[in-house]
């Protein structure tokens, strides 16, 4: 059993950055695979950014590539998502996931999910 909790959400204005932190229980936390995901009011849970074990292995949706960056410090239960030049559109709630498995861009893959943070992004 994993259990996650993101912090790190605020209001900023475009332009600015803002790290979220994803913190889990557990031991086995290295075994897993992270993904972010955001859910806009009446839209649906997209994908964002997921991170398997390996911090190698790291995938991102278009509309955040080269903004946003996935990590992961697995000796603090930790996994990140830098998001820098933030825009209108990034406004949501966030939302860390995990699995025990490949990372994935799919949200109905993942077992595990944090509470959400919000993070809302003024022009």
């Known amino acids: 059993q994993v259990q996650l909790v993101e912090s790190g959400g605020g209001l900023v204005q475009a332009g600015d950055s803002l790290r979220l932190s994803c913190l889990a229980s557990?031991?086995?936390?290295?075994?897993?695979?992270v993904g972010w995901f955001r859910q806009a009011p009446g839209k649906e849970r997209d994908f964002v950014a997921t991170?398997?074990?390996?911090?190698?292995?790291?995938f991102y949706a278009e509309s955040v590539k080269g903004r946003f960056t996935i990590s992961r410090d697995n000796a603090k239960n930790t996994a990140y998502l830098q998001m820098n030049s933030l825009k209108p559109e990034d406004t949501a709630v966030y939302y860390c996931?995990?699995?025990?498995?490949?990372?994935?861009?799919?949200?109905?893959?993942?077992?595990?999910w944090g509470q959400g943070t919000q993070v809302t992004v003024s022009s």
């Open positions: 996931a995990a699995r025990d498995g490949f990372a994935s861009v799919y949200h109905g893959d993942f077992g595990y």
């Open positions: 991170i398997a074990w390996n911090p190698r292995d790291s």
């Open positions: 557990g031991p086995t936390f290295s075994d897993y695979s």
